[in-house]
């Protein structure tokens, strides 16, 4: 049986990103490989053991296009209401709160956040099977 461990995804600006993983999703530097084209920097918190990992490729100036294919990554919370306060006061500005019902029952409350290079992040309030 398989086991996920990561998702990759290029960034522009190392420090740009750290700082906004870092707040938004307490996020912590657990491995950095430094290459002479690239470096490559895991990102991980005490909630999960998979990682995030970041890839900085040197010398790029330009975004990265990130087409129609990419979709999101997801995070849960135990308190959606305060998560999305929270990163609204450091200035984040995570998308309105969204409830997802289904023959008439709540599935889903949640949030899209966006990082500094465009990419979506989903977060969920712990429910059902968004643990």
Request: avoid cysteine.
């Amino acid at each position: 049986m398989a086991k996920m461990i990561h998702s990759m995804i290029r960034v522009l600006e190392e420090e740009r990103s750290l700082s906004f993983y870092t707040q938004a999703f307490g996020l912590e530097i657990a491995d950095r490989l430094d290459f002479d084209t690239f470096t490559l920097i895991y990102l991980s918190n005490s909630e999960s053991e998979f990682e995030l990992e970041l890839t900085v490729n040197k010398g790029r100036e330009e975004a990265y296009d990130l087409g129609n294919g990419y979709g999101h990554l997801a995070v849960s919370v135990s308190d959606l209401d305060a998560e999305h306060q929270r990163l609204t006061d450091l200035g984040l500005n995570p998308n309105k709160i969204v409830e997802f019902n289904r023959d008439g029952a709540l599935l889903a409350r949640f949030f899209f956040i966006t990082d500094p290079d465009g990419y979506k992040i989903e977060v969920l309030q712990r429910h059902g099977r968004y643990k």
